[in-house]
Structures are given as C-alpha cells and as structure tokens.
C-alpha cells in the first residue's frame, strides 16, 4: 500500500521478512496447494492520498510472483482477479473512503474524478501481462450468487473438489459497504470542523450501530474449513 501511494521501490523490500514470517507460522506441507488472497497486494484502493488508479498491482504483484519463484521454484503460480461492474465499484469505493479518511467529495465529484480507475478489465489485463501467469477473472456480480458467497466462488475457481466443497459453511459479510443515507451522514461529519479523532470515534459509533465495516464481524464457520 505504501508502494502505491509513493512509488518507491525500497518500501518492496520489507514484504520479504513478512512473508517468511508467515510461511514459517505456517509450513507448506508436501503436495499442498498454497492460496494467497490479499486485496492489499494490489496496493491501496484508489481514492486514498496520491492514489488514482492501481497503477501499482502490476509492479506489486510481479514482485510477489517473483518472491514465489525463489521460495518455490517447482511450484506452478496461478492468478485470479476479481472483476466488478465499474459503477458499483465505484460506488462501493467512495462509500468505504467516507468511512475510512476524510473524504469529501460527493458520490457525482468522486465518481467523475476516479471513473479511469475503475477499469478493472483493463487493469486486471496490466496485471497479468506483466507477471504473465496463468490468470483467471472472478466476476462479482456472479460470484455474490455462490451457494457460499463470493469466498466459495474463489474457491470453485482454484479447483478444490465438489466433496470439499460440500463440507464447508458459508461466512456472512464482512466489511459491508454503508447505505446511502449512512454514506450521506458520513459525508456529512467529515465535512464539519471535528478533529480527526472526534470524527473517527463519532463515525465508527455510527458504523458498528449500522454493522457495516471491518471484518471482525464476520460469522464464523462452525463446520469444516479448508484442510
């Protein structure tokens, strides 16, 4: 993330030391698929400060795959992307941004400014290019219609078998997007002279009330999980 908001390459090397330290917490067993799933990888989602498109994914994400290779060098890398329909996108965005920052454009002005990023196609096509993977797309719109969520979608697409499949328990969502007139009341408070830490605790009292954002509120599985 701080990749994307900068540009510079040294802020790359610290993900290393990160990674092993997860890998070390959890060692591949022989013959187990590895799955990472991180929005983050991608860098930040466009709207935040110096953040306008996700110019960065291709660079972030070829770096990773570049990491997997030497950790891994007999292992085949695949990639799947979501995809989403540019105005929900958008509009999920600047509702998450009202949220999280201090944003203060109106849903017309964000989405005017910031419709170029929300060309995931052309933004999924960098991606693969540059890391030349194997690459998939998960649609959204139809992976919501999952029998598990948009999580069981992701991994139908990886292969996992119907009897694995079968066994697990779908998960709420988690980190919901505000409603219209909560994203209202949000613009609202970021546009008053509160400080940043009024602001913060008034909008996180109205987000927990509400049960959108964060994603500890997600259900847990009470079945199996993926072994």
Known sequence: MHFARHGHALTLTDLPEALSAVLSAHPLRDGRN???SCEGL????????SVKTYAAA???????SGWLSDQFPQAEQRLILSQRAPDTWLFSAWR????????????????????PAADLAQANK????????????????HAVTNPLGIGGAFIQ???APAKLRARLTPIAPANKGASAA???????LNRTNLTDDDLRAQKRALAEAAGVGGWARAQQPTKDRLP
């Open 34 to 36: 590895l799955i990472i």
């Open 96 to 115: 998450h941004h009202l949220l999280g920052q201090r944003m203060q454009l109106d849903w017309s002005d964000f989405a005017a400014r910031f419709r």
């Open 126 to 141: 960098d991606i693969a290019d540059a890391t030349g993977l194997t690459t998939k797309t998960l649609h959204m719109e």
């Open 182 to 188: 909560l994203a209202a009341a949000f613009l609202r």
């Open 58 to 64: 291709p660079h972030t994400i070829s770096w990773l």
């Open 42 to 49: 991608s860098g930040h989602l466009p709207g935040w400060p």
């Open 157 to 159: 697409m990886t292969g």
